[in-house]
């Protein structure tokens, strides 16, 4: 018997996450990069996904796309129908409101940090830190009763090294992250890669003694994002959890669907 699953596709800057879940839990996902999404890489790892998909005897009902870059929403709604035989929803992110918030904060919040909001607070709670690496770095505070407190943000990797080349005549270009060495290296590449690292790594550690600071109390650090792997094992103490923001979107997706058949 094929079990009922549903997709959900967290779309990024950096990265687009393609996860299949059931009601709770996550059979499947794949990772594969923004930038790159019709390479012959990606549909590498895309068909890989399919085929754990298929041993799994999994049959789709549905599907979600959270999306922080409507540009090539439709690029994805092809792909879904394409590879995986849905015509997936859209999340409406403008007209969902996050009631779980410091009564202060009164702008929108944004479409991945809600997400990643819910899930820390469903599988971790607070009081807690959580740190988001993509294409902006994001700090989101949560106390411990789970109600966001506060936001910063800080260029991420890719974005620091967009800024080298960008405002630079002679530094070359370099597209990833990828194999980065946490040493000093001899070459020009090594030494903006091994900057930005070391920037990330100390802006991580400086705001969690910073923010336990004001908080009077220790705080989980909880690492998700693109770029979390390449610093997560530099750091102390951390709940690592690539998945953080597709697990709150399938919150956010049964929530709906229970809603829809409330409705009906």
């Given at each position: 018997m094929e079990k009922k699953v549903h997709l959900i596709v967290d779309v990024g800057n950096t990265t687009i996450v393609f996860a299949v879940f059931g009601e709770h839990d996550c059979f499947a996902h794949t990772i594969i990069s923004s930038s790159e999404?019709?390479?012959a890489d990606s549909k590498t790892k895309i068909n890989a996904f399919l085929n754990q998909i298929n041993c799994?005897?999994?049959?789709?009902?549905?599907g979600m796309i959270y999306s922080v870059v409507p540009?090539?929403?439709n690029k994805i709604t092809i792909m879904c129908k394409k590879y995986f035989g849905i015509k997936p929803s859209i999340f409406d992110w403008e007209n969902y409101e996050y009631s779980k918030k410091d009564s202060r904060i009164t702008d929108k919040i944004g479409a991945d940090l809600i997400a990643d909001l819910i899930a820390a607070d469903r599988f971790y709670?607070?009081?807690a830190m959580i740190m988001d690496l993509g294409t902006v770095n994001k700090l989101l505070l949560?106390?411990?009763k789970g109600i966001f407190t506060g936001v910063s943000f800080m260029t991420g990797m890719e974005s620091a090294l967009k800024?080298?080349?960008n405002d630079t005549d002679l530094l070359p270009e370099v597209k990833s992250m990828s194999e980065m060495k946490p040493y000093a290296g001899l070459g020009t590449v090594e030494a903006m890669k091994h900057g930005i690292y070391w920037s990330t790594v100390g802006f991580v550690e400086h705001q969690?003694?910073?923010q336990e600071g004001i908080a009077g109390t220790k705080l989980k650090l909880i690492l998700t994002g693109g770029n979390s792997c390449f610093v997560k094992d530099e750091i102390k103490d951390n709940i690592y959890d690539p998945l953080l923001t597709v697990k709150g979107m399938n919150i956010l997706y049964m929530e709906a669907k229970k809603w829809i058949i409330r409705k009906f």
């Amino acid at each position: 018997m094929e079990k009922k699953v549903h997709l959900i596709v967290d779309v990024g800057n950096t990265t687009i996450v393609f996860a299949v879940f059931g009601e709770h839990d996550c059979f499947a996902h794949t990772i594969i990069s923004s930038s790159e999404m019709n390479s012959a890489d990606s549909k590498t790892k895309i068909n890989a996904f399919l085929n754990q998909i298929n041993c799994q005897k999994l049959e789709f009902d549905g599907g979600m796309i959270y999306s922080v870059v409507p540009s090539i929403n439709n690029k994805i709604t092809i792909m879904c129908k394409k590879y995986f035989g849905i015509k997936p929803s859209i999340f409406d992110w403008e007209n969902y409101e996050y009631s779980k918030k410091d009564s202060r904060i009164t702008d929108k919040i944004g479409a991945d940090l809600i997400a990643d909001l819910i899930a820390a607070d469903r599988f971790y709670g607070g009081p807690a830190m959580i740190m988001d690496l993509g294409t902006v770095n994001k700090l989101l505070l949560i106390d411990d009763k789970g109600i966001f407190t506060g936001v910063s943000f800080m260029t991420g990797m890719e974005s620091a090294l967009k800024a080298f080349m960008n405002d630079t005549d002679l530094l070359p270009e370099v597209k990833s992250m990828s194999e980065m060495k946490p040493y000093a290296g001899l070459g020009t590449v090594e030494a903006m890669k091994h900057g930005i690292y070391w920037s990330t790594v100390g802006f991580v550690e400086h705001q969690r003694k910073i923010q336990e600071g004001i908080a009077g109390t220790k705080l989980k650090l909880i690492l998700t994002g693109g770029n979390s792997c390449f610093v997560k094992d530099e750091i102390k103490d951390n709940i690592y959890d690539p998945l953080l923001t597709v697990k709150g979107m399938n919150i956010l997706y049964m929530e709906a669907k229970k809603w829809i058949i409330r409705k009906f």
